[in-house]
């Protein structure tokens, strides 16, 4: 007699022992420029303090909307994005900051160059097959960097997207949330 607990452990079974196969992603359904607002979502501390403390510091900021655009587009079958960001800590400058990535391997893809007034040390470009997310960190003059990560999660009308800064001493992270459309 096969139980319920053995037919479960058997399909458990076969599904491990089916091969993995990539993720394909449709570059040409991303393509375009989008725009919408942010808005402060929250901040989480970091901090490796053991015993934690019982009331961990948090802030909490503007919560007024701010405009968010970005642009995914291909140079040379490389992926390219272009952000604008007119609020909050990470605010890029006027005409925004465009990051040109190598090719995509096993859903990453690295900084090949760069267009912005602050350039980023460094940056990667990581997909799926409904999002995209850039990680870039960026020096101060004082020699301290802080890190911005921007993901954006594609739906029929635009893109639902997520901002997050984590400062020097990673101690804590500030968010952003908010929701864009593509334009015609």
Do not use: C, K
């Not at 375009?32 to 901090?47: D, Q, V």
């Not at 587009?73 to 390219?80: G, I, L, M, W």
């Not at 990581?126 to 995209?132: A, E, S």
């Amino acid at each position: 007699m096969i139980t319920r607990r053995h037919a479960l452990a058997v399909s458990g079974l076969l599904l491990a022992a089916q091969p993995a196969y990539a993720q394909h992603v449709q570059w040409t359904d991303w393509l375009g420029t989008y725009a919408g607002t942010a808005r402060f979502y929250r901040s989480i501390p970091l901090e490796d303090i053991v015993p934690p403390p019982p009331s961990p510091r948090q802030e909490f900021g503007d919560a007024s909307p701010f405009p968010v655009q970005f642009a995914v587009r291909s140079d040379d079958d490389r992926p390219a994005v272009w952000l604008r960001i007119d609020g909050g800590p990470m605010q890029t400058d006027e005409v925004g900051e465009t990051m040109f990535f190598g090719p995509v391997t096993d859903g990453v893809a690295s900084l090949r160059s760069a267009e912005a007034r602050a350039m980023p040390r460094s940056a990667s470009l990581t997909v799926r097959p409904n999002q995209l997310g850039t990680s870039a960190l960026f020096s101060h003059a004082d020699g301290s960097f802080w890190r911005r990560y921007f993901t954006a999660t594609f739906t029929s009308a635009g893109a639902d997207v997520i901002l997050w800064v984590f400062d020097a001493t990673g101690t804590r992270a500030r968010t952003w949330r908010g929701s864009t459309v593509r334009r015609a």
